[in-house]
């Protein structure tokens, strides 16, 4: 295990407790799991895509008129807490990194419906 000295040092004054490194998402764990739920049911059980935009209008829709949006710039989640959301929810990305439905974005033709 390769640890550099600063987080040696806050694991040896927290008392052996290793805290991830970054910023605590703004969300509950609980909100983020629901919103997780939502996309997986959209996305496997109705076969629709999920756009970035869907998700953060689902976060916000959540902390709207609640203590977690002061938390946030306006008052709305942003850009960063997506890209965060992602990280902590890896299943949501491609296998080239695209995130959710971004490649398949076109789906939606005379075609197809």
């Known amino acids: ?39 997986e049911a959209i ?5 629709y895509p999920v756009y970035k935009s869907d998700v953060i209008l689902w976060a916000n829709k959540m902390i709207e008129g609640t203590a977690y949006a002061s938390k946030f ?15 902590r929810n890896p299943k949501f990305t491609t296998m080239y990194g695209s995130e959710l439905e971004q490649d398949r974005a076109k789906w939606l033709t005379s075609e197809n419906v």
């Open 1 to 39: 295990m390769n640890i550099d000295r600063q987080r040696f040092r806050s694991a040896v004054k927290n008392q052996g407790e290793i805290k991830a490194q970054g910023v605590e998402p703004f969300l509950p764990k609980e909100c983020e799991e629901s919103i997780a739920r939502t996309i």
């Open 73 to 87: 710039k306006e008052g709305m989640v942003t850009n960063s807490w997506y890209q965060g959301f992602l990280s």
């Open 43 to 47: 996305r496997i059980g109705l076969s």
